[in-house]
């Protein structure tokens, strides 16, 4: 029984960031089909910060009108709407509208607004509710919250990459070339030149290279449908652990009631040593407290700021210029600096549980090596679409390599470590 209860407090969480994780990770195959081109990342950055108005909403209404919201039918909502929203995705997601004279993704955007809003709003909705269950869940939730990220990542991979490739095609023109003409041609442009085969008294064709996206292993279509199937999953979960929650809260109530009918008949010790004096009484009311350092302001200050200049880096600045920054090396370069990124996040969080640092100093060394790794890969984007290295093996790694190296540090300098550092 508690096996099932953690597989479905994992798969809840899974649900909290499933949805925009998997939409960043298809953006390889998306900027090639949609209008919006490489400018789709920026768009969708401007269209997932909008959608705070989700949680800043329900904060409101918690500080000015207490008690006026529940958390699970705002959680049952926010679940319903990313799994339609997820399956309308399937089959709009290359719907365009013609809007201020071009064409646009309006269906994709406004689906990506709902999605964003159900994220979003995952975090200021599930946690509250998983303050309900026994403490020792939490961290299965975390560890769900990472596999948000891990799974569409896993399933980006398997779904490959819209590999570029060279093809031969042959036009026919209506006008006949001289031969001489023709063979002066290719003489001069050398080996890249373009093939001309003439015959007398018939149009020339021309043949030339030019270069074409292979299709993945399996389309968008199928990948938005596992998503959809994913938050699908995170919804029979809830639905599953607030029945078990009720469950708890009726044994919790028999517990207490069965408490009181037993302290009665208690046994006594052996020995009466009469009623307890002053000392006595006040060791047993008073457990010990752990003495806890001194919140200084310098410290809270520098943590926040430290927080806020790391989301601002990885959440909105880097993400809007990564079709830039590793499109031009080509389209591989670009999947597997997005699928990577992906799952460097949940691995950060999964190894800061086993290693744990609270100093300073420390997160401080953190921010600063990611900073330079953003840094290089925001040169690479303003380089484009002639960046360093382009065309050499080593510059397709060097690019691969740096997205992740530059995201896994985050984790590590997120709002938990900041309040365990100001705590400590």
């Not at 909008?50 to 008690?67: D, E, M, Q, S, V």
């Not at 018939?202 to 292993?217: C, G």
């Not at 001194?294 to 210029?321: D, E, K, Q, W």
Request: proline share 8%.
């Amino acid at each position: 029984m508690a096996f099932l209860t953690h597989l479905l407090v994992c798969t809840f969480g899974m649900g909290s960031w499933v949805a925009i994780n998997g939409l960043w990770v298809e953006l390889p195959l998306l900027v090639t089909e949609l209008p919006e081109g490489w400018y789709l990342p920026s768009y969708l950055t401007v269209v997932i910060q909008l959608a705070n108005i989700g949680p800043l909403l329900i904060t409101l209404l918690h500080h000015f009108r207490p008690g006026c919201l529940s958390e699970v039918p705002i959680i049952f909502t926010v679940l319903g709407v990313g799994t339609v929203a997820c399956t309308l995705f399937a089959f709009l997601w290359n719907v365009t509208s013609w809007v201020l004279g071009g064409h646009h993704s309006i269906a994709f955007l406004v689906l990506t607004f709902f999605l964003a809003l159900v994220d979003c709003t995952s975090s200021v909705t599930f946690l509250p509710f998983m303050s309900r269950l026994p403490t020792h869940y939490l961290t299965t939730f975390f560890v769900g919250e990472g596999l948000s990220g891990l799974l569409p990542a896993l399933v980006a991979l398997a779904q490959g990459s819209g590999l570029t490739t060279c093809v031969n095609v042959t036009e026919t023109s209506g006008t006949t070339q001289n031969p001489e003409t023709t063979r002066a041609m290719n003489t001069s442009q050398g080996a890249g030149s373009t093939l001309v085969s003439e015959l007398a008294g018939t149009a020339a064709q021309v043949v030339h290279l030019e270069s074409r996206y292979l299709p993945a292993h399996f389309s968008p279509l199928v990948f938005f449908l596992l998503l959809s199937f994913m938050m699908a999953c995170c919804l029979v979960a809830f639905f599953f652990l607030q029945h078990q929650h009720k469950h708890w809260e009726a044994s919790t109530e028999d517990l207490l009631a069965s408490q009181i009918t037993l302290q009665p008949i208690r046994p006594h010790k052996e020995k009466d040593l009469g009623p307890p004096g002053p000392e006595d009484s006040g060791k047993g009311q008073e457990p010990p407290e752990e003495k806890t350092a001194p919140c200084h302001p310098a410290r809270l200050t520098f943590i926040y700021l430290l927080v806020a200049f790391v989301n601002a880096l990885t959440n909105g600045v880097l993400p809007s210029v990564q079709t830039y920054s590793c499109l031009s090396y080509g389209p591989v370069a670009y999947h597997l600096s997005a699928t990577l990124s992906s799952m460097a996040n949940p691995l950060a969080c999964f190894l800061s549980m086993f290693l744990p640092n609270r100093s300073l100093p420390f997160l401080g060394v953190l921010a600063v090596l990611g900073t330079g790794f953003g840094a290089y890969n925001m040169a690479m984007a303003v380089m484009s679409p002639c960046p360093l290295m382009q065309g050499h093996w080593g510059g397709e790694v060097l690019i691969v390599s740096m997205w992740p190296v530059e995201l896994f540090p985050a984790p590590s300098q997120g709002p938990g470590a900041g309040e365990d550092s100001a705590f400590s």
